[in-house]
């Protein structure tokens, strides 16, 4: 859908669905995947939102919600993306085999304002847990979110925005 | 010998946890505002305007500042003159309790890092100093793994020489990149044993970030080199890194030089009183 237009370093504001999962979700979802099990949440053409919210302060949508480090989710990121993963929300650089397999799925990687919780919060209008809930903060959350604030980290041709600056930071 | 209740303890702990992960720094947000006027990259900016918003939302809708209210860190002082009616740890464990649970914040805690486990907001890491006086001083000092991920403890021989030992600090700047929230507040340990550089390391995070002439010079060398590296706000380029460089000393051994660095986040919360 999205992904081919885009390139590494736009702005967007996306509006639509996205699906929160962090380290401990990550590793559930690719053990499933690697047994043949059936997944919790339909990976085809979903993004995922690699965010631990707060909990919900009375009267809220949904607490401070910002991204959390996407490299601790390298390691089960090309599973996904095999699965149909078709964009990432984080922040920080990914390793060279996840931009390959980016390229490989013509996926997207996105970065989104880090440290901004409770900024971010204001763009999303529902949130619900789906799956894993005794996980607590690193459940599955199904988000609706509007105009959120995207950058284009990696686009689906690999080129990644941390290429300039990147070189010297390894 | 002044008497102090562990329930006056634990509510001061609960207010204090409240505060830092809702209320940014005025240290931090000035530094913030600084950078911003000072920075000429416009997507650095546009980042930095971001920051900044995000801690006036976080304090007017009493939203977390970031989603990571941390595990959270208590320094204690104690006054030789101050007897603790009731047990000093389970109050400041139950204050911390009582704060997160009021601020909803979230439960990042897992009993056992092997085994892991559900998450809870306790127990926190205590840090207990017994200083002159009758009075108890507390800081919360909420940590977010985000930046904690990015410490490194080099043990130094001796006779490193200064260069080295900067490179040391550049260099953990440099592997931290865009993953822990720049702009940085750099916390420096330098000294002592391996455990207490680490300890001084997350210790400076406490001073403040204003360029002051009470820096040092190794300080502000640090903080303009560490400023060239380019890795900006988000790691997106730009002349803003880090915030400041704060280092704390300690007399060592003739056979060693420890050397920590602890990296914090643009979202550097904490919060002290004094009873």
């Known amino acids: 859908m999205l992904n081919t237009k885009l390139k590494v370093g736009d702005k967007i504001f996306f509006s639509g669905t996205i699906y929160t999962a962090r380290d401990q979700a990550h590793k559930r979802l690719a053990e499933a995947l ?131 600056a990147s070189t010297k930071i390894k | 010998m002044r008497i102090i209740s562990a329930r006056k303890i634990r509510d001061t702990v609960s207010d204090l946890c409240l505060e830092a992960n809702l209320f940014l720094r005025k240290d931090v947000l000035t530094a913030l505002r600084v950078a911003y006027s000072k920075e000429r990259n416009k997507r650095a900016q546009e980042i930095l305007q971001a920051i900044i918003k995000n801690a006036l939302i976080a304090k007017r809708e009493k939203l977390a500042i970031c989603q990571d209210t941390g595990l959270p860190c208590v320094f204690v002082e104690i006054g030789e003159n101050v007897q603790i009616s009731g047990g000093l740890k389970r109050a400041i464990n139950q204050g911390v309790e009582l704060g997160y649970e009021k601020g909803s914040f979230r439960d990042s805690i897992i009993k056992d890092p092997l085994s892991r486990g559900n998450p809870g907001y306790q127990p926190a890491i205590i840090h207990i100093d017994i200083v002159k006086g009758n009075k108890i001083k507390l800081t919360v000092l909420p940590r977010g793994f985000g930046c904690e991920n990015k410490a490194q403890l080099r043990m130094f021989k001796p006779t490193a020489s200064i260069t080295q030992v900067k490179e040391f600090i550049v260099q953990a700047v440099r592997d931290a990149g865009p993953d822990a929230c720049p702009p940085y507040v750099v916390g420096v340990g330098i000294g002592g044993t391996a455990d207490y550089a680490c300890f001084l390391a997350k210790k400076a995070l406490l001073h403040g970030t204003r360029y002051s002439a009470h820096r040092t010079k190794l300080e502000r060398d640090l903080l303009r080199e560490i400023n060239q590296l380019n890795i900006g706000p988000m790691g997106l380029g730009g002349e803003t890194t880090a915030l400041a460089v704060n280092i704390e000393t300690q007399p060592t051994h003739i056979a060693g030089l420890p050397v920590c660095v602890n990296i914090s986040c643009h979202a550097l919360r904490s919060a002290s009183e004094i009873i």
């Open chain 1, 34 to 164: 690697k047994k043949g099990q059936r997944l919790p949440i339909d990976l085809k053409g979903a993004i995922i939102y690699y965010c631990g919210p707060t909990k919900t302060p009375k009267g809220k949508i949904i607490g401070s919600c910002g991204p959390t480090t996407s490299s601790r989710m390298d390691e089960f990121t090309p599973i996904l993306l095999k699965a149909g993963l078709a964009g990432m929300i984080g922040k920080g650089a990914r390793s060279q085999e996840v931009i390959r397999a980016i390229k490989k799925y013509k996926a997207v990687y996105f970065l989104t304002y880090a440290g901004c919780g409770a900024l971010l919060a204001k763009y999303v209008k529902k949130a619900k847990p789906v799956a894993y809930k005794d996980l607590g903060p690193e459940a599955i959350y199904q988000l609706e979110v509007r105009d959120f604030p995207l950058i284009v980290g990696i686009d689906a041709r690999g080129n990644s925005v941390y290429k300039g």
